[in-house]
């Protein structure tokens, strides 16, 4: 059983930064896709970025293509999301996702308790 932990959501003004990060643990982490998602207030859960078995391999939504860099440490079992030039439409809770397949249509099959990030205008 996979269990994923985030920290570093917070609140931040538009234009600002955060880096969220999620540790692993219980898994064979380097195996796993691990992705993010969040929801946004009165919305459904969106797809943000994910990264594959290797560094090489990451994927973005569009909303964050130029701004949001996901990345993984391995040995550490980590992943992270750096959210640069952050908007109030970044605004939601975000999630740290695993599976030992492609999650981006609908996530994984682990899912952490989720961190807030505000984004104030």
């Known amino acids: 059983q996979v269990q994923l932990v985030e920290s570093g959501g917070g609140l931040v003004q538009a234009g600002g930064s955060l880096r969220l990060s999620c540790a692993a643990s219980g898994g064979t982490f380097s195996t796993y896709v691990m992705g993010w998602f969040r929801r946004p207030p009165g919305k459904e859960r969106e797809f943000v970025a994910a990264t594959g078995w290797s560094d090489n391999a990451t994927y973005y939504a569009d909303s964050g293509k130029g701004r949001f860099t996901i990345s993984r440490a391995n040995a550490k079992n980590m992943v992270y999301l750096q959210m640069n030039s952050l908007k109030p439409e970044d605004t939601a809770i975000y999630y740290c996702?695993?599976?030992?397949?492609?999650?981006?249509?609908?996530?994984?099959?682990?899912w952490g308790q989720g961190t807030q990030v505000t984004v104030s205008s």
């Open positions: 996702t695993a599976a030992a397949r492609d999650l981006r249509a609908g996530g994984g099959d682990y």
